[in-house]
């Protein structure tokens, strides 16, 4: 029986979990705003595996490497939605500040993302793994996960250790918020 308490909440799970996807990246963003086209592969591809696995996408931003502009998308949805996705902003340049700005925000981290995170990336890609700042919050009872901008990295973070868990952990998000 030590598999029951998981089982149970696993069947309890939420089918209907939304989700805000966010690209973060000043560059593709000034693109944007000057109407040129703009290729955002990261956002592709979280938005084409989100569709895949049937769960509902609420919205698709693309925003600047900006403190600004990532808590006016904590302030918008935090509390109103399951998960928001960051990619992008999470490594050591100076510019690059996501999980900084989230984390002030955040009532409590999840450091086993960011440890798996990196720990698959390094079986891939060696030692440049240990560069990625890549984490997961609860703000506001929404699950909050700030990924590298890698369209490599994004999938990874999605297939390997974010969907095949989200229903289970947006269960205890909300059973924890009742």
Do not use: W
């Not at 900084?100 to 798996?116: C, H, M, N, R, T």
């Not at 060696?126 to 990295?153: D, E, Q």
């Amino acid at each position: 029986m030590i598999g029951l308490p998981k089982d149970i909440h696993k069947a309890k799970a939420p089918q209907r979990v939304s989700f805000v996807l966010i690209t973060v990246s000043t560059s593709r963003f000034i693109q944007s705003q000057r109407g040129k086209k703009v290729e955002d592969l990261s956002g592709d591809i979280m938005e084409n595996i989100v569709k895949k696995s049937n769960y509902k996408i609420l919205s698709r931003h693309l925003i600047p490497d900006s403190e600004e502009y990532i808590v006016k998308i904590l302030e918008k949805y935090a509390g109103n939605v399951d998960v928001i996705l960051f990619s992008g902003g999470t490594g050591i340049s100076k510019s690059d500040i996501t999980p900084d700005v989230v984390s002030k925000y955040a009532e409590k981290e999840i450091p086993g993302f960011g440890e798996l995170f990196r720990y698959l990336s390094f079986r891939e890609i060696g030692l440049a793994a240990m560069l990625s700042r890549a984490s997961a919050y609860i703000v506001k009872g929404t699950l909050v996960f700030c990924l590298p901008g890698s369209p490599h990295a994004v999938k990874l973070a999605l297939e390997k250790l974010i969907l095949p868990e989200i229903s289970h952990i947006v269960y205890h998000l909300r059973e924890s918020s009742c």
